[in-house]
């Protein structure tokens, strides 16, 4: 019944040696946003409150991005089978245009109009003040970071996810340091508090962006190529917008529906101590989830170089031992993360960001839900952006992406928390009801075999 995933020490050894720097790159990433919540949170649960707001609209900008870097791994991890190195380039390239671009006008928006853009995420005044002071600062950040990490992840669909790993973790200290120095005003500089966390992102994500651009000049295991990069051909520029459209519509639009769960949060009676508790778990839940999904990027990259290489007749095997190993990942990282909540989190680890007793409650109700459906998620991240999508199948992981996210959970916890007011549990039931049933039709759709399909052919 399970032959599929007798598939040799190789596989899994190379499974590892991909996931075990996405793993890594990702826990830096998340630790980045712990380290801010916990020195906002020192600062108490208002600042707390306002940098979650504030990030509501981030988080979706950085969902677009992965949708950018999503869209062109499709391409380049096939053509990395192929070692095609040109075409590489024109992706790339036309990435980096697309990304540049949207980030400006985003930052735009958020630097020029903080008061009336935060005032869509919540209705408590203090809080949007603050969250607008932050957002007007850090609003340039995500030019500086969309434009790095789309330059990342073309080097991890080629199999390098260590360079992500080394820019991220020197990213990651200077975030730190940095929030050290602005935040409480250390060496000489000024306490700026919720202000000082955003010029301290911002000054983590030029440092990353520079040390990828020495990278460009002294990379010598994928050189690139000015003609390519810079005058991608019409051909390549419609193959992208083919392959990459559904994958960056699919991202917004998943960034979208799942930013307004904390926007009907902030709309909620008692919305500060909801939004505190959400900052706390969310970053918690992202913490415990490196593992289970670094598995899904590591899918997209084998796949796509399976279908590159020519050996489609092994790659539906490969796709259900992988969505297998996912879901056995989040079932045992969910126990183990159920039961740390009330053993550590809530007793220990809470505490130590001011919350209240309402607040820290929450939190640990959000987290025992969370992770209750986590062997699920982790299933459904692994077949829908790893498999389906590294097949080439990327309308149709859209559809299932979405159409359960926008037509049944954002409407049932819009109806739940400002409706029929029925609270914060039934809010937090109905955000991730949306995991069953995208996993009963991601499974028709993986059995069906029609996901396999080589992009690199015109």
Same mark, same amino acid.
């Not at 509501?56 to 096939?78: A, C, D, K, N, Y």
């Not at 590591?298 to 020519?310: D, H, K, L, V």
């Not at 489609?312 to 079932?331: C, E, P, Q, R, W």
């Not at 990327?394 to 819009?414: E, M, N, Q, T």
């Given at each position: 019944m399970f032959s599929y995933m007798k598939r040799g020490r190789n596989f899994y050894r190379n499974v590892l040696a991909l996931a075990i720097p996405i793993i890594l790159q990702n826990l830096i990433t998340t630790s980045m946003g712990l380290l801010d919540t916990f020195m906002v949170g020192m600062l108490g649960e208002t600042p707390l409150a306002a940098v979650?707001?504030?990030? /509501?609209? /981030?988080?979706? *900008?950085?969902?677009?991005? $992965?949708? $950018?870097?999503? %869209?062109?791994?499709?391409?380049?991890?096939?053509?990395?089978?192929?070692?095609d190195e040109d075409s590489i380039n024109q992706v790339l390239g036309i990435g980096l245009y697309i990304s540049g671009g949207l980030t400006l006008l985003f930052g735009c928006v958020m630097c020029f109009f903080p008061m009336q853009f935060m005032s869509l995420f919540g209705n408590d005044a203090v809080v949007v003040e603050l969250a607008a002071k932050y957002i007007r600062i850090v609003a340039f950040s995500v030019f500086f970071g969309g434009m790095s990490e789309v330059y990342i992840a073309a080097h991890r669909s080629m199999a390098n996810p260590q360079l992500g790993f080394y820019i991220l973790a020197a990213s990651m200290?200077?975030? =730190?340091?940095? @929030?050290?120095?602005?935040?409480?005003?250390? #060496?000489?500089?000024?306490?700026?508090?919720? *202000?000082?966390?955003?010029? &301290?992102?911002?000054?983590?994500?030029? !440092?990353?962006?520079?040390?990828? #651009?020495?990278?460009?000049? $002294? @990379?010598?295991?994928f050189r690139i190529r000015p003609k390519p990069l810079f005058c991608p051909n019409g051909a390549m520029l419609r193959r992208y917008i083919h392959y990459a459209t559904p994958v960056v519509l699919n991202e917004t639009f998943w960034g979208l529906g799942t930013a307004l769960y904390p926007t009907i949060m902030g709309h909620m009676e008692g919305s500060q101590a909801i939004l505190a508790a959400y900052g706390i778990s969310g970053n918690v839940e992202k913490l415990a989830t490196t593992l289970v999904f670094a598995?899904?990027?590591? &899918? &997209?990259?084998? /796949?796509? @170089? *399976?279908?590159?290489?020519?050996?489609?007749? =092994?790659?539906?095997?490969?796709?259900?031992?992988?969505?297998?190993?996912?879901?056995?990942?989040?079932?045992?990282?969910? #126990?183990?993360?159920? %039961?740390?909540?009330?053993?550590?989190?809530?007793?220990?680890?809470?505490?130590?960001f001011h919350l209240s007793e309402e607040a820290a409650d929450i939190a640990a109700m959000m987290s025992v839900i969370t992770f209750s459906f986590l062997s699920v998620r982790?299933? @459904?991240?692994?077949?829908? +952006?790893? +498999?389906?999508?590294?097949?080439?199948?990327?309308?149709?992981?859209? !559809?299932?992406?979405?159409?359960?996210?926008?037509?049944?959970?954002?409407?049932?916890?819009?109806?739940s928390g400002l409706v029929f007011q029925w609270g914060i549990l039934a809010v937090c039931l109905c955000k991730d009801l949306d995991n069953i049933i995208k996993a009963f039709f991601g499974i028709q759709r993986l059995r069906s075999g029609v996901w396999i399909r080589d992009v690199t052919v015109s």
């Open positions: 979650t707001m504030a990030n /509501i609209p /981030i988080f979706v *900008e950085q969902l677009m991005i $992965f949708g $950018f870097q999503s %869209g062109s791994s499709v391409l380049i991890s096939q053509f990395y089978g192929k070692g200290l200077g975030n =730190t340091f940095f @929030n050290w120095v602005f935040i409480f005003g250390k #060496l000489g500089a000024p306490a700026m508090g919720v *202000e000082g966390a955003a010029l &301290a992102t911002l000054l983590a994500r030029i !440092l990353q962006f520079l040390i990828a #651009l020495l990278h460009v000049f $002294f @990379n010598k295991r598995v899904g990027g590591t &899918a &997209a990259i084998i /796949i796509g @170089n *399976e279908i590159g290489a020519g050996r489609k007749d =092994t790659v539906y095997d490969v796709g259900l031992a992988l969505d297998m190993l996912a879901f056995l990942s989040g079932l045992i990282v969910g #126990l183990v993360m159920i %039961g740390l909540t009330f053993v550590f989190f809530r007793p220990v680890v809470y505490p130590f982790s299933f @459904n991240t692994t077949n829908v +952006v790893g +498999v389906l999508r590294g097949g080439g199948d990327v309308r149709a992981a859209s !559809l299932i992406d979405l159409s359960s996210l926008w037509l049944v959970s954002v409407p049932l916890a819009a109806l």
